[in-house]
């Protein structure tokens, strides 16, 4: 266990965790155990906690040794996501991948993905695969635009844009669902532990 408590300005502290397996595990222990956390944010290797009063040296070192506990499952159905596979890096992701595009295809609508965190946009979620098979790199030159609803890949990851913007990751196709309404509660359609499933149209 190497884990690190940074400030992080003066209401909140960053838990740096060995991995997202063990910053998944530690966010039901720490909302339950110490008090002055009022939000867990997750990151890749990081907890965000944001807190209502200083933590004191007791509870610091309580967050550096506290165990953590497999998250709650998530008895919610998956999220169908209908995508068209006609992304403009479909090729170039076959081609590292070792696929054809059909079987990148394949791979990506035969798993089931979980939001392990969120970050970079509103709405986008960092989703994790069951296998391995399409890791691929960034992008070496990142697009000044990706079109909303962008469905990528990059490195063990897979993401949907939510709004146009910016972006590096490798595009394999398109949905029309909508990630972001502010007249939804919450905004965000993707949370941690939901879990999705890709459909192709």
């Given at each position: 266990m190497t884990r690190r408590l940074l400030d992080y300005g003066e209401s909140a502290v960053l838990l740096e965790c060995d991995d997202l397996a063990e910053a998944l595990s530690l966010v039901g222990p720490v909302r339950e155990q110490l008090e002055p956390v009022v939000e867990v944010v997750p990151g890749a290797r990081t907890l965000l906690l944001r807190l209502a009063a200083p933590l004191t040296g007791g509870q610091r070192e309580q967050l550096l040794t506290l165990p953590?506990?497999?998250?709650e499952a998530d008895d919610r159905p998956p999220v169908a996501v209908p995508v068209r596979y006609d992304g403009d890096d479909l090729a170039e992701v076959a081609?590292?991948?070792?696929?054809?595009?059909?079987?990148?295809v394949q791979a990506h609508t035969g798993?089931?993905?979980?939001?392990?965190?969120?970050?970079?946009a509103p709405g986008f979620g960092y989703l994790r695969g069951e296998d391995d098979?399409?890791?691929?790199?960034?992008?070496?030159?990142?697009?000044?635009?990706?079109?909303?609803?962008?469905?990528a890949l990059a490195d063990d990851?897979?993401?949907?844009?939510?709004?146009?913007?910016?972006?590096?990751w490798q595009l394999i196709g398109r949905t029309e669902l909508a990630l972001w309404d502010l007249d939804r509660d919450p905004p965000a359609l993707l949370q941690p532990g939901l879990r999705l499933r890709f459909e192709a149209l």
């Open positions: 953590g506990s497999p998250p081609e590292l991948t070792g696929l054809s595009p059909d079987e990148v798993q089931l993905w979980t939001v392990g965190f969120c970050g970079f098979r399409l890791r691929v790199p960034r992008r070496q030159t990142p697009r000044t635009r990706v079109p909303a609803g962008a469905v990851w897979s993401a949907i844009y939510p709004r146009s913007g910016p972006g590096g």
